[in-house]
């Protein structure tokens, strides 16, 4: 009898002593994860994940831990498990939606937010994807819609006062490529520069609100300029060849010498963005200063996975001469394009 109690007592110390080597190493890959040593996390996850196949929260958070590694296949199928394991968890079904919309799987992202929506409707963030997605789909106002609702939710949410001003953003730059004069539209830029300056005064502190200061900067420049150049227009999806695709304003006038571009460099396709099949035009307003500068810039037509990035920053190298009124510089609009086409 006593040996048996003995070897009970061997076994459970054992049990007591395997199990807290466990927990360890859960809270050691935990821990990876908030220092944001994404690398570290994924693998030690990957390893917790493989002996504890029904651990939600693990999934979860090895998805979260490829996402930030920007591996979009492997987040995806790690977020699904987690889906799977705990359908009716409205956090796990939002981070698998915001993985889809990374990954450019639109028709799953929307089906996801959708459901972390139904599920809580208090969920600011899977409010944030699906006007995110409604975004991407050019449906502008509900876009819109969708961020003032993250923004219910969640009043300092950067994020989402960031989709709402891009959603009057876009809105402007439609207006523009049906050939509207930007100066009817201007309301717009008006919108989307208060929605950035409520941010910079309600947002979370903690959050990254340098581009929503660099983007109010240039939303004022912006419309300061249209109220001021009423009669100005903009010609839309001019066909120009690749290294020269600025659409020109009107017929300049007699006493008028137009900008001249001296250079124009390329802006190049980002990896993500191959790999995701992502294709298509962006288009950014650009304000050639009279000083020779590109100055301000405002991103009217985006595309994802980086190559709005890229195409402000080949934006920013352009190379040219100002336009001329009556022999003096002066500051002047246009429109830039940079089409990325998948081969």
Known sequence: MKL?????????????????????????????????????????????????????EIWNLLGLSYLNLNDFKKSRKALGTAVKISPQDSNYRAN??????????????????????????????AYYVRGYVNLRQSKLSEAIADA???????????????????GYLYSFGEALAKGAKPYEHVGLLKKAQETLEICQKDCDKNSDLSGHREALTAVKAFYSYFKLNKDEALTPDTPLPPRDMIAP????????????????PRANYTDSARSNGIQGVVRIAVLFSAE??????????????????EALRAARQITFEPQLRDGKPVSVVKIVEYTFTLY
């Open 292 to 309: 020779g500068k590109a100055r301000y810039m405002m991103v009217i037509k985006p595309l994802s996975n980086g190559l709005t990035e």
């Open 4 to 56: 048996l109690l003995n070897t009970l007592i061997l076994i459970f110390v054992f049990s007591l002593t395997a199990f807290s080597q466990a927990q360890t190493f859960r809270d050691k890959a935990f821990e990876l994860y908030r220092q944001k040593n994404y690398a570290g996390a994924a693998q030690a996850l990957q390893t917790l994940a493989e002996t504890n196949k029904k651990d939600a």
């Open 249 to 264: 304003t009107s017929v300049p006038a007699a006493n008028v010498t137009p900008l001249k571009i001296l250079a124009k």
């Open 96 to 125: 698998l939606a915001f993985a889809n919309l990374l990954g450019n799987k639109l028709k799953p992202a929307m089906k996801e937010a959708d459901m972390a929506v139904r599920l809580n409707p208090q969920n600011a963030e």
């Open 148 to 166: 003032d609702r993250a923004i219910g939710v969640k009043p300092a949410f950067a994020l989402a006062y960031l989709l709402k001003a891009d």
